[in-house]
């Protein structure tokens, strides 16, 4: 059966620090890794992952993936309380469907 | 420049009762689906539709019944509830069915009481 597992399932820091969360998954023909960022509403989108090794960044926020070792990390450096939040790791097999972990819940204070 | 829209926002309903969520895209996309975000914040597929064809209908009770008019609206019918069907449920849209990136709705949170 396809899961996806995400860790830790929550997360305390403090401003300026540096976090890494955690997902791993088994899915029948994987297509893709994706990383959503939600806050009190929708899931935003992050970053779209295919290829092992090669690195997404957008600001302050990273991502890579490992398709032998089947994981995938998103770190986030220098920590602001904006950064609150679930993280969700989702991964795509072919059959256009995303399995979502449980998400990582990551409170950052001031 | 709302990009998934969905109504109502709230809906707060009695054990039994029949109510709809709708849901609009204006992206152009093909696709449209619907998921059941539980308590515990687990997102889940219930449905998908790609130009207005069902193509992934997950294990969920046929109280539960979408339609899609066209392919810029998924509608979510739900008979009969129960307190178990208490959940926020989003819509989501993506390019089309190839597409994993998928654009979300702000939910609709449900309370059936």
């Known amino acids: 059966e396809d899961k996806v597992v995400q860790s830790p399932l929550s997360l305390v820091v403090h401003e300026g620090d540096t976090v890494t969360l955690n997902c791993s998954y088994e899915v029948t023909n994987f297509r893709s890794l994706l990383w959503y960022k939600q806050e009190k509403k929708a899931p935003t989108f992050l970053f779209m992952l295919t290829s092992s090794g090669i690195e997404k960044k957008s600001g302050r926020l990273s991502s890579i993936l490992d398709k032998k070792e089947l994981f995938s990390i998103l770190n986030i450096t220098a920590t602001q309380t904006g950064d609150s939040a679930i993280y969700l790791c989702?991964?795509?097999?072919?059959?256009?469907?995303?399995?979502f972990g449980q998400g990582t819940t990551l409170q950052v204070k001031p | 420049d709302t990009a998934v829209s969905q109504t109502p926002k709230y809906l707060v309903t009695q054990m039994g009762n029949d109510k709809s969520i709708k849901c609009e895209q204006n992206?152009?996309?093909?696709?449209m689906y619907w998921y059941k975000q539980d308590s515990k914040k687990f997102l889940k597929i219930m449905f998908s539709?790609?130009?207005?064809?069902?193509?992934i209908n997950e294990t969920v009770p046929n109280r539960f019944s979408p339609k899609s008019p066209d392919k810029a609206h998924l509608n979510l019918h739900i008979n009969s509830l129960e307190l178990g069907d208490s959940a926020v449920y989003f819509c989501?849209?993506?390019?089309?069915?190839?597409?994993?990136?998928?654009?979300f709705g702000p939910g609709t949170r449900l309370t059936v009481t």
């Open positions: 989702a991964v795509a097999g072919n059959t256009g469907k995303l399995i």
């Open positions: 992206l152009g996309h093909d696709t």
């Open positions: 539709y790609n130009n207005k064809e069902l193509i």
């Open positions: 989501a849209s993506s390019q089309d069915v190839r597409a994993s990136e998928q654009y």
